[in-house]
C-alpha cells in the first residue's frame, strides 16, 4: 500500500527566503506526482504535475523535482512571499493511467513579513 | 467557467439525520471524485464516477454512504444515518479524461459537523 509523507507538518520562514518542501513515498512505482496547495477554508488547487519519465517542472517561481527511485520530491519555493503562505500537499498515483491518488497530509506554510 | 461548485458549503446536524452533500463538475469534464479530509486521516478518495457510471467505490467507509450521479452535471453524496464520526471535509473534484491521474480540479469543500 502506498505512503506519503511530508514532513515537517509545518513550517515558518521569513519573506524573501529560498525554501524547499519534502515529500516522500513508499512505493516507486508511480505513473505520476502532484503538488497542490490549499488556502484555509478553501479547495485544492493543482500546481505542478510531473509525469513518471520527467525529473522537474517549473511554474513562475515554483520548481518540482522527483526522484523515483529513491521515493522523493521536493517543492522549491524562490524568494518566498507572505501569499504563499498555505498547506501544500504532494500526492502520487500508482502505475497505470486508471490509479488513484494517495495524499499526503501536508506542510502548513507560513512566510512572515 | 465557475469551476466546480459544491452545496451545501457548512452543514451541522444530529446524530441519525440524514445527510446529502451535493456537486456540479466543471462543464465537459468526464471524471468526478469524491473526497473526505480530516485530520487524523488526511485527504482519502471515497468514490470516483467516470462517465456518470460508478468506477471505483472501494473507499466509501461503510453502507451508510452513498454516491450517485444521475447525469454529467450532478452528483450527491449522502450519509444516512449519521454519526459524529463522519464529521469532516468533504470535496468534490472533477477532471477532463477518463482517467484519476491526470489533474483534479476541486471544488471548496463541504463541512460537515455531526452533532
Known amino acids: 500500500k502506498q505512503e506519503v509523507t511530508q514532513i515537517p507538518a509545518a513550517l515558518s520562514v521569513p519573506e524573501g527566503e529560498n525554501l524547499v518542501l519534502n515529500c516522500s513515498f513508499t512505493d516507486s512505482a508511480i505513473y505520476n506526482l502532484q503538488w497542490f496547495r490549499q488556502d484555509p477554508g478553501k479547495g485544492l488547487t493543482s500546481l505542478l504535475l510531473i509525469q513518471s519519465s520527467q525529473r522537474e517542472q517549473t511554474s513562475g517561481r515554483l520548481n518540482a523535482s522527483l526522484d523515483k527511485s529513491s521515493g522523493r520530491s521536493t517543492l522549491y519555493i524562490a524568494a518566498s512571499q507572505p501569499g504563499d503562505s498555505a498547506t501544500y500537499l504532494c500526492a502520487v498515483s500508482g502505475t497505470g493511467a486508471n490509479s488513484k491518488l494517495t495524499f499526503g497530509k501536508g506542510i502548513t506554510l507560513s512566510v512572515r513579513p | 467557467d465557475a469551476g466546480v461548485i459544491q452545496s451545501p458549503r457548512h452543514e451541522v446536524t444530529e446524530m441519525g439525520q440524514e445527510v446529502t452533500l451535493r456537486c456540479k463538475p466543471i462543464?465537459?469534464?468526464?471524471?468526478l471524485f469524491w473526497y473526505r479530509q480530516t485530520m487524523m486521516r488526511g485527504l482519502e478518495l471515497l468514490i470516483y464516477f467516470n462517465n456518470n457510471v460508478p468506477i471505483d467505490d472501494s473507499g466509501m467507509p461503510e453502507d451508510r454512504f452513498s454516491a450517485k450521479m444521475p447525469n454529467a452535471s450532478f452528483s450527491t453524496l449522502k450519509i444516512q444515518p449519521s454519526e459524529p464520526r463522519d464529521s469532516a471535509v468533504y470535496f468534490c473534484?472533477?477532471?477532463?479524461?477518463?482517467?484519476?491521474?491526470?489533474?483534479?480540479?476541486f471544488g471548496p469543500g463541504t463541512r460537515l459537523l455531526v452533532l
Open positions: 462543464s465537459g469534464h468526464n471524471s
Open positions: 473534484a472533477s477532471s477532463p479524461l477518463g482517467t484519476r491521474a491526470e489533474t483534479q480540479y
